[in-house]
């Protein structure tokens, strides 16, 4: 069983700076793809950004690339989202996921997700 636990969210203006952490069980991040999605108030869940298993290489939407970057720290069994430049559209909940799939993936390919953190930015 996966356990992801993500925290960082709060408050912030536009143009500034947050860093989210997922924190998983141990062996989650050696053997499953890493995820980060979110989603707006009455919005559908969409995918951010994405990591291969063992980290090292990701993958993201068009809408956060250059501004947010994804990283792991296995030592921590943690996963990590920086998000720069943050913009009033960057508001929602962000949740953590693991799966099979790290390219180019979709919801469908995580089947185990954390609680959720929201992240809301003012203009």
């Known amino acids: 069983q996966v356990d992801l636990v993500e925290s960082g969210g709060g408050l912030v203006q536009a143009g500034d700076s947050l860093t989210l952490s997922c924190a998983a069980s141990?062996?989650?991040?050696?053997?499953?793809?890493m995820g980060w999605f979110r989603q707006a108030p009455g919005k559908e869940r969409e995918f951010v950004a994405s990591?291969?298993?063992?980290?090292?290489?990701?993958y993201y939407s068009s809408s956060v690339k250059g501004r947010f970057t994804i990283s792991s720290d296995n030592a921590k069994n943690t996963v990590y989202l920086q998000m720069d430049n943050l913009k009033p559209e960057d508001t929602a909940v962000y949740y953590c996921?693991?799966?099979?799939?790290?390219?180019?993936?979709?919801?469908?390919?995580?089947?185990?997700w954390g609680q959720g953190t929201l992240v809301t930015v003012s203009s």
């Open positions: 141990e062996g989650t991040l050696s053997n499953y793809a």
């Open positions: 996921a693991a799966g099979t799939k790290w390219y180019a993936p979709a919801l469908k390919d995580f089947g185990s």
């Open positions: 990591l291969r298993w063992n980290g090292g290489v990701a």
